[in-house]
């Protein structure tokens, strides 16, 4: 976990969510690591507007394919499921290909590198 500082020891645990869909693994880590979800990426505008209901100040980065990672407010804790259906047998085992959903979980690596969490 992190080194405590004057800077973060009184503060929460900051999270940022990717492939958010409604909240729920967001909702585990805040509990388990007494922290607070700070922004999200979620691209489904009806799922968003559920997590943005339960997280009003989480701010929504949208689309993580066009996301410039420099730009975006550190996190202590980096959480997402990416979407997995391209590598089960019952989908179209395209694999984790670019361009493909499951493809997408090199954008959550790339999130990784650039924001340095201290977990993820």
Not at 6 to 27: K, M, W
Request: a negative charge.
């Amino acid at each position: 976990m992190r080194e405590p500082n004057d800077e973060n020891v009184n503060r929460p645990l900051r999270v940022g969510s990717l492939f958010s869909g409604y909240g729920g693994l967001d909702l585990a880590v805040e509990e388990v690591f007494d922290a607070r979800t700070v922004w999200f990426s979620e691209i489904n505008e009806p799922v968003a507007r559920i997590f943005a209901h339960h997280w009003p100040d989480a701010r929504n980065l949208g689309d993580i394919t066009t996301i410039d990672w420099h730009t975006v407010e550190p996190v202590d804790i980096l959480c997402g499921g990416f979407p997995c259906q391209d590598v089960f047998s019952v989908g179209k085992m395209a694999g984790l290909a670019p361009g493909t959903r499951s493809g997408l979980w090199a954008h959550m690596a790339t999130a990784a590198e650039v924001l340095q969490p201290t977990t993820w």
